[in-house]
């Protein structure tokens, strides 16, 4: 779910260590997918709660402009899950 001000999660994902919130051009199930598309995702902040956590939103980021948020694992270089954004 999102907001102008916040980007939250009403859930559980499974715990890990380094997890970060990007933002996407389009929708990826995958790490392959991520990966292809990771230059041209954003950043948003680090997950450090594995339930029904929220993170502000930077004010240069136009969620307007992405299809879809990743949650991936940087010390793994693993993804973790996706959703796809109701712009």
């Given at each position: 779910?999102?907001?102008?001000?916040?980007i939250w999660?009403?859930?559980t994902i499974s715990p890990g260590p380094n997890y970060r919130l990007y933002p996407a051009?389009?929708?990826v199930?995958?790490?392959a997918g991520f990966l292809a598309i990771k230059a041209e995702s954003r950043q948003?902040?680090?997950v450090k709660t594995f339930e029904n956590f929220a993170l502000?939103?930077?004010p240069a980021i136009d969620l307007d402009e992405y299809d879809a948020v990743v949650i991936w694992c940087e010390a793994f270089k693993q993804f973790i899950t996706a959703a796809r954004l109701e712009n």
């Open positions: 779910m999102m907001n102008a001000n916040k999660l009403d859930g051009p389009k929708f199930d995958d790490g948003i902040g680090t502000d939103l930077p």
